[in-house]
Structure formats: structure tokens, C-alpha cells
């Protein structure tokens, strides 16, 4: 039996569509999605040239979502909540949502190293109040460039802070992210700690653009995350 595809929303975007090309590469089915069908295929025809290999389609998000237990979000933040409305009639109770999405002033034509306050306290929690009964929001990938995940030549060698408040899809989704060489998968606590691991994005992004470098997160002194 073949694995359950990843439905990648704003897989068109470098996080999701690096995201996509890192596990089309791993053996894992994933499907690139848009708000526009067109847009998705043409991503996907170009990752498939990259990944000759690769089990990969491009939908519409709204055709792309209901065909994954595992759905990531790796839309800009000022995307989130409009994305969010149009999956409510989609998405269903079981499902996990990953959501990587960071409120950087960015979005509102400020600066990328600047954080914005949200109500809820990060955007995964909002994500959480947004999404329908029984779905569940596991936060993660706040830490890992895009651009990075793109160029294939780059060898990754970084943890991923996981935040979420069910242990089970907490390790579901550490199991899709560790097929991903160099990339480890840590525990970081319940989902209200992700307004924590949001703000380390613009923090890298200030020390990368400084030091003309793409660093990562790694705990020292932790051999095997506990989950």
C-alpha cells in the first residue's frame, strides 16, 4: 500500500515548493498545491524535472487537501487566515495541519526582522481557532530557509522545533520530517510555545543577512530528542 500524499499548500512559495522537492527526493507522494490549478501543475511539472523520480502532482488546494492525513501550510502570514476560511469545507476532523507560518511585519510592507503581535499569541494558535473540530494544528519548520530547502546541493544540518499539544500527531509529523536528510526533528513543547519558535525566524534572518550565511537552529547536548 502506498504512503498518503503530502498536500503541500503554498507549495508554489520556496519553503513549500523546497519542502517538496526535499521529500519527492525521500520517496514520499506530495502534492504541490495553489490557489490556482494552472500555477500548481507548472510548479510541479518544474519539480519533476528536478526530481525525475518524484511521485508529484500539482491541484488546487481545495482538491489537494481532503487527499492527505498530513497537510502542510507554508503560506506568507498575511495568506494564513484567508487560506484557512477557504479549507474549512475541506479540511476534516483527523487531519493534522502543520503550519509554518511566521507574522513578520513583512507581510504588511514593514521589515522581515520584525515580529507582529497576534491575538492568540502565535499564528499556530491562531491557525488552531481557525481550523474545523478535530483537526489538529502541530507548529514546525519556522527555523529552515526556503532557499535552502531548494538548492539541492545544499546539505541540511539543523533540528526542527516541533510545538503541539497531542503527542501522537506531534511524532506523525516528525516522521515526515525526518525522511529529509540532515534535518532532526525535536520536541519543543506544547502549541502555545510556538509564539516562541516563530520569533527565531526573524532573528535568523537579522544574523544571515549580517553574516551572509544560512544558519540554522542545533541543540547542543540533546543525543535523542523524547518524545
Not at 125 to 139: F, K, L, N, R
Amino acid at each position: 500500500m502506498s504512503p498518503s500524499p503530502i498536500p503541500i499548500v503554498g507549495g508554489t512559495g520556496a519553503l513549500g515548493f523546497g519542502l517538496a522537492l526535499r521529500l519527492a527526493r525521500a520517496g514520499v507522494p506530495v502534492i504541490i498545491g495553489s490557489r490556482g490549478a494552472d500555477r500548481a501543475r507548472e510548479a510541479a511539472s518544474k519539480a519533476r524535472e528536478r526530481i525525475p523520480e518524484g511521485e508529484i502532482q500539482g491541484l488546487e488546494n481545495a482538491e489537494a487537501v481532503p487527499r492527505g492525513e498530513v497537510v502542510f501550510l507554508t503560506v506568507p502570514f498575511r495568506a494564513q487566515s484567508e487560506n484557512l476560511t477557504n479549507l474549512r469545507e475541506v479540511l476534516r476532523p483527523r487531519q493534522i495541519l502543520v503550519d509554518a507560518t511566521v507574522p513578520l511585519a513583512a507581510a504588511i510592507s514593514g521589515r522581515a526582522t520584525r515580529l507582529l503581535g497576534v491575538p492568540q499569541g502565535s499564528a499556530a494558535e491562531q491557525a488552531q481557532e481557525m481550523v474545523p473540530d478535530g483537526v489538529t494544528v502541530i507548529s514546525a519548520l519556522h527555523t529552515v530557509a526556503g532557499h535552502a530547502l531548494t538548492d539541492l546541493d545544499h546539505e541540511l544540518d539543523e533540528d526542527v522545533l516541533i510545538c503541539g499539544d497531542s503527542r501522537d500527531p506531534k511524532r506523525a509529523v516528525a516522521d515526515i520530517i525526518e525522511k529529509i536528510p540532515g534535518l532532526r526533528p525535536v520536541n519543543a513543547g506544547a502549541l502555545e510555545t510556538a509564539r516562541l519558535v516563530e520569533g527565531l525566524t526573524p532573528l535568523l534572518i537579522s544574523i544571515n543577512a549580517r553574516n551572509k550565511v544560512t544558519a540554522g537552529i542545533t541543540l547542543s547536548g540533546l543525543d535523542e530528542p523524547r518524545w
